[in-house]
C-alpha cells in the first residue's frame, strides 16, 4: 500500500519561497510517476507538477513554469516542490500523489491512485 507524507507547508508574503517534501512508503517506485496536486477554496484540484521517478523527466502547469522545481531523491523516497516567486493566487492545499505505468504528460489528465493528506500553503499579498 502506497503511503505519501507531505510537509513543508506554512504562510508566507508574496515573492517568497517555500519547498514542500513528500515521503513515498510502501512500493518500490520506479514505475511511478509523482506529481503535486492543489486545491484552493471553492475551486477544484489542479495539476501543478510531475516527475518520473525512474528518468526524472518532468512536467509543469503553464501557471507554474519558471517558478516552480519539482525533484526527487532516490535514496530518501522523497520527492520535492520548491515553489519560488509565490503569489496570492497559489495559496492552495498541495497534495502529493503517485501513479504507477504512466507519463508525466499524463500525468497532468489524470487522477491519480494514490494521495497524501495534503499540506497548506497560503501567500500573503
Known amino acids: 500500500q502506497v503511503q505519501l507524507v507531505e510537509s513543508g507547508g506554512g504562510l508566507v508574503q508574496a515573492g517568497g519561497s517555500l519547498r514542500l517534501s513528500c515521503a513515498a512508503s510502501g512500493r518500490t517506485f520506479s514505475s511511478y510517476v509523482m506529481g503535486w496536486f492543489r486545491q484552493a477554496p471553492g475551486k477544484e484540484r489542479e495539476f501543478v507538477a510531475a516527475?518520473?521517478?525512474?528518468?526524472?523527466?518532468?512536467n509543469y502547469a503553464d501557471s507554474v513554469k519558471g517558478r516552480f522545481t519539482i525533484s526527487r531523491d532516490n535514496a530518501k523516497n522523497t520527492v520535492y516542490l520548491q515553489m519560488n516567486s509565490l503569489k496570492p493566487e497559489d495559496t492552495a492545499v498541495y497534495y502529493c500523489?503517485?501513479?504507477?505505468?504512466?507519463?508525466?504528460?499524463?500525468?497532468?489528465?489524470?487522477?491519480?491512485?494514490?494521495w497524501g493528506q495534503g499540506t497548506q500553503v497560503t501567500v500573503s499579498s
Open positions: 516527475i518520473s521517478w525512474k528518468s526524472g523527466s518532468t
Open positions: 500523489a503517485a501513479e504507477p505505468f504512466t507519463t508525466v504528460q499524463t500525468m497532468g489528465r489524470m487522477i491519480p491512485a494514490s
